[in-house]
């Protein structure tokens, strides 16, 4: 069975910081892509951040230059490292991993980021 477990999440001040983990369990496919994606209250959810195996990354214009991706491909596992957070960066993350031979998208079940102004 696969399993993606997000942590990390919780609550700080504008300004703050927060690193996430997502931990991958059960795959049997390799994992050529993985990131985040994030949703506030009422609105849809928001491709935040990618992670390719081949080392590139790639992020949503709002978060360059304060979030960075990073993955440990031995521990299966990526972080999302989030600095001077703002109120609008207020979600549930959700990390999901897409592997080859698969055509499904795997989700985590989300973890709380709460920023206060």
């Known amino acids: 069975q696969v399993q993606l477990v997000e942590s990390g999440g919780g609550s700080v001040q504008a300004g703050g910081s927060l690193r996430l983990t997502c931990t991958t369990s059960?795959?049997?496919?390799?994992?050529?892509?993985r990131g985040w994606f994030r949703q506030a209250p009422g609105k849809d959810r928001e491709y935040v951040a990618t992670?390719?195996?081949?080392?590139?990354?790639d992020y949503v214009d709002s978060v360059k230059g304060r979030f960075t991706i990073s993955r440990d491909a031995a521990k299966s596992t990526i972080y999302l490292q989030m600095n001077s957070l703002k109120p609008e960066d207020t979600g549930v993350y959700y990390c999901?991993?897409?592997?080859?031979?698969?055509?499904?998208?795997?989700w985590g079940q989300g973890t709380q980021v709460t920023v206060s102004s």
């Open positions: 999901y991993a897409d592997a080859t031979g698969s055509s499904t998208r795997f």
């Open positions: 059960g795959l049997t496919f390799s994992i050529y892509r």
């Open positions: 992670a390719w195996s081949g080392g590139d990354a």
